[in-house]
């Protein structure tokens, strides 16, 4: 059975940090891409991170580079999100999804997890 479990969210301090972990289980993710998106209240679904499933390539918003790293860990089949600098706009839940090969809208996604919540708030 595919599964994608998200951990790792939490309440954090403006500028602090957080690591998110996405394990995967039924199937290995280093073929398929895995990316981050959030949904904050009232706001649409937003991508964050992704990284390739064929050759690791990494992708990033603009609201999230130079903050956020996304790096996958194969022998733990786990990918996670690095999350420095943080901003209360960074509040949401955050999932994550994998598909086959290239990274991908959300919608070309064909798992996704059930989210974990990060809230950035002093």
């Known amino acids: 059975q595919v599964q994608l479990v998200e951990s790792g969210g939490g309440l954090v301090q403006p500028g602090g940090s957080l690591r998110l972990s996405c394990a995967a289980s039924g199937f290995t993710l280093d073929a398929y891409a895995t990316g981050w998106f959030r949904q904050a209240p009232g706001k649409e679904r937003e991508g964050v991170s992704c990284i390739s499933g064929s050759d690791g390539s990494t992708y990033y918003a603009d609201s999230v580079k130079g903050r956020f790293t996304i790096s996958r860990d194969n022998a733990k089949n786990t990918v996670y999100l690095q999350m420095n600098s943080l901003k209360p706009e960074d509040t949401a839940v955050y999932y994550c999804?994998?598909?086959?090969?290239?990274?991908?809208?959300?919608?070309?996604?064909?798992?996704w997890g059930k989210g974990t919540l990060v809230t950035v708030s002093s």
């Open positions: 999804a994998t598909a086959w090969g290239n990274c991908r809208p959300a919608d070309g996604m064909e798992y």
